[in-house]
């Protein structure tokens, strides 16, 4: 059922390592961000030692409200609730740049430009996920100075994301302000990109362009089936 993700390699040459704190915190968004199967309970004390030493003090509290949750909830439950949030809401899905630029040009090369920062730093994710996929980006952050530039240029579709969670109620939106946390908190042209995207919805496909959005957002199946 769940997504089958393989390990990240390690970036080859000598680079200025990410901070352990920083680190852990982008890792463990990302283990806590992708679908919640039986490993993920069977490790929750693990996940709870490493929430308890993120930092900042936001961080930290975000994690600790989403775990507790997440103890308290059956994971049939937590499963099913993750696939109504992700996957049947466009506002909510985990790929940055669809709220923003929806089935548009605009998003291919936003994609092209994820993608190339990956390869430049040597990271060489599989082909399973596209490349602004958030638990794949946190990966990378968490393993190169390159990434938490790289969330940075991603502000406002962080931002969005966060304010779509929080609409919905979900228990998920700790996950991305526990992100956000550690970031510059949105700048004004990022708000107005934010209003904006939340006033109009994910641009519809441009005539003439191959789509860009996942499958399930196309054949509006969600992620029912799951690799």
Avoid: N
């Avoid at 030692?49 to 308290?72: D, H, I």
Wanted: aromatic share 8%; proline share 9%; charged share 30%.
């Amino acid at each position: 059922m769940g997504r089958a993700r393989r390990r990240p390699p390690p970036l080859p040459g000598r680079r200025r390592p990410v901070s352990d704190r920083a680190g852990q915190t982008y890792k463990l968004a990302s283990v806590l961000l992708q679908y919640p199967t039986m490993a993920l309970f069977e490790g929750l004390d693990r996940l709870d030692a490493a929430a308890s030493e993120t930092r900042p003090k936001a961080s930290r509290e975000a994690f600790e409200r989403f775990l507790g949750w997440l103890r308290a909830t059956p994971q049939t439950e937590v499963a099913q609730h993750y696939v109504e949030t992700f996957d049947l809401r466009r506002r909510c899905a985990l790929y940055l740049t669809y709220a923003r630029h929806g089935d548009t040009r605009k998003r291919g090369m936003a994609l092209l430009a994820i993608k190339t920062a990956y390869r430049v730093a040597g990271f060489a994710p599989s082909d399973d996920e596209l490349p602004d996929y958030l638990p794949l980006v946190l990966d990378f952050a968490a393993l190169a100075p390159d990434g938490g530039r790289l969330l940075r240029r991603h502000r406002a579709d962080l931002e969005l994301l966060r304010t779509a969670l929080h609409d919905a109620g979900t228990p998920y939106a700790d996950l991305v302000e526990a992100v956000c946390a550690r970031l510059p908190r949105p700048g004004r042209r990022d708000l107005a990109l934010v209003r904006r995207a939340r006033e109009q919805g994910p641009p519809e496909e441009e005539v003439g362009l191959a789509p860009f959005a996942p499958p399930e957002y196309l054949d509006g199946t969600g992620a029912g089936a799951r690799r």
